[in-house]
């Protein structure tokens, strides 16, 4: 019989125990992650002739090996952002929807990155989502979005560019955030795709209306104040009834009619509450509703995807509302008013990516306000993309990485360019569901 020293023997039994897993709270890595697709190059297929494109080249996306030879030399020459890995900003949960249309446009702008070989690591904590599967990310971190976790992930993962565009209200909070507190500089991290400047104007209520009445766009009479007393002191020189919106927040949070000072009164300290920036405006309620997706490259080529329209008149949140896609009771001329305007608005602000532009119109004469632009992905970007075929999160997050709409290919066409806007051969109505048990 064969005897093994005690020393040995302990060995022995170590090395027959399985291996313990260190449990991880906050971290959920892939265990055999799949080496990134190579990276994907927009050409129509089939391609004629031998000519391929250059990696730095800009290539109109064409069946045709001439005019790839032609657009390779007149086409502007963008330079794409050198990244091997990425930081997307999910959402984390909402209450209307709980997230649904970010995870879709969240899970587009992953796929997009993996065609084109780079790493993505995944911030969001909602568990209830396609995104946070591993088949996506190469790394998912099941944490809060607030600027402290994501300070954290870039510091502990040290990417190369930041995608906040993705993650709705939340993603692009902590952006700002996180650049003002100099995070983003400090770890040399970029910004992929709308700069963060265009972000905080867009936001921040003061700065949006000034900068559209550089270019002659009408917004509502309104003032930014950030203290009850100046909230009624400004709705006595616009006269009542007012709009209260606060800047910042989500789903119109803290937003609301006033049609006295008491009113008013109650509603600024509920908002300020919620916001430091409040803006009081002239009261539009009972006008039309409508929205127009926008997608704008760093070459400045733009583009209108998709307008919808609310069924409910002014004063009732997007997402509580039934909206019809495309609009329904808009003749020709006010179709193009507004979508000059909205092409106008998006170039004057920088955009590059996508974006969702809110109109407020008289529904007795052409007057018309912008509301809003929301300079990201938005839940009106899902149904939009859904409704023509045109995969605008897909695209965003493509020319985030540098490529510009004419080398880019047609979602539904499968030989043009996505520097087309989708036909008008549609009609898709959203209604809302309350859970009222």
Not at 109 to 132: C, D, M
Not at 290 to 299: I, N, P, Q, S, T
Not at 336 to 365: D, F
Request: proline residues 7%; charged residues 20%.
């Amino acid at each position: 019989m064969l005897r093994i020293p005690a020393p040995a023997r302990r060995r022995l039994v170590a090395l027959s125990r399985p291996p313990v897993a260190r449990a991880s709270l906050h971290v959920s890595r892939q265990s055999a992650l799949p080496q990134p697709s190579a990276a994907a190059r927009a050409v129509a297929a089939p391609a004629v002739g031998s000519y391929h494109p250059k990696a730095d080249e800009h290539v109109l996306n064409s069946p045709s090996e001439v005019a790839r030879r032609i657009s390779a030399k007149v086409l502007p020459k963008i330079p794409r952002p050198d990244v091997r890995k990425v930081v997307v900003v999910g959402s984390g949960g909402l209450s209307i929807g709980q997230a649904g249309e970010f995870d879709y446009s969240g899970s587009q702008a992953l796929k997009a990155l993996r065609e084109e070989g780079v790493e993505a690591v995944l911030i969001n904590p909602n568990i209830a989502t396609w995104q946070t599967s591993h088949q996506l990310a190469a790394e998912v971190y099941f944490l809060p979005i607030t600027p402290d976790y994501v300070a954290y992930v870039l510091e502990k993962e040290r990417p190369d560019g930041i995608l906040l565009t993705f993650g709705g209200q939340s993603a692009l909070n902590v952006g700002i955030a996180l650049d003002r507190m100099g995070v983003l500089e400090r770890l040399g991290v970029q910004v992929l795709g709308t700069p963060i400047r265009t972000l905080e104007v867009s936001e921040d209520r003061e700065l949006f209306v000034k900068a559209l009445k550089e270019i002659d766009i009408p917004v509502a009479q309104s003032t930014a104040v950030s203290s009850v007393n100046d909230a009624l002191q400004a709705a006595e020189k616009i006269g009542y009834p007012v709009i209260l919106r606060a800047a910042y927040t989500l789903g119109g949070l803290g937003s609301g009619f006033a049609n006295n000072p008491e009113e008013l009164r109650d509603l600024s300290a509920k908002g300020l509450s919620l916001s430091p920036q409040l803006l009081i405006e002239r009261s539009m309620k009972g006008w039309k509703e409508l929205e127009y997706e926008v997608v704008r490259d760093a070459a400045d080529n733009t583009i209108i995807c998709c307008n919808m329209e609310n069924f409910d008149p002014l004063g009732t949140h997007t997402g509580d509302s039934i909206v019809v896609a495309p609009s329904q009771t808009l003749p020709d001329d006010e179709y193009h008013m507004l979508r000059t305007a909205a092409i106008k608005v998006i170039r004057h602000l920088g955009v590059v990516g996508e974006c969702n532009i809110q109109y407020a119109l008289n529904p007795w004469s052409k007057e018309y306000c912008v509301i809003e632009v929301n300079a990201r992905l938005s839940r009106s970007s899902a149904l939009a993309s859904k409704a023509t075929g045109y995969p605008l999160a897909y695209t965003a997050a493509k020319i985030a990485l540098g490529h510009t709409l004419p080398e880019l290919p047609n979602a539904v066409t499968k030989t043009t360019t996505a520097c087309f806007e989708p036909a008008l051969d549609y009609i898709v109505t959203k209604i809302p569901k309350w859970d009222l048990a």
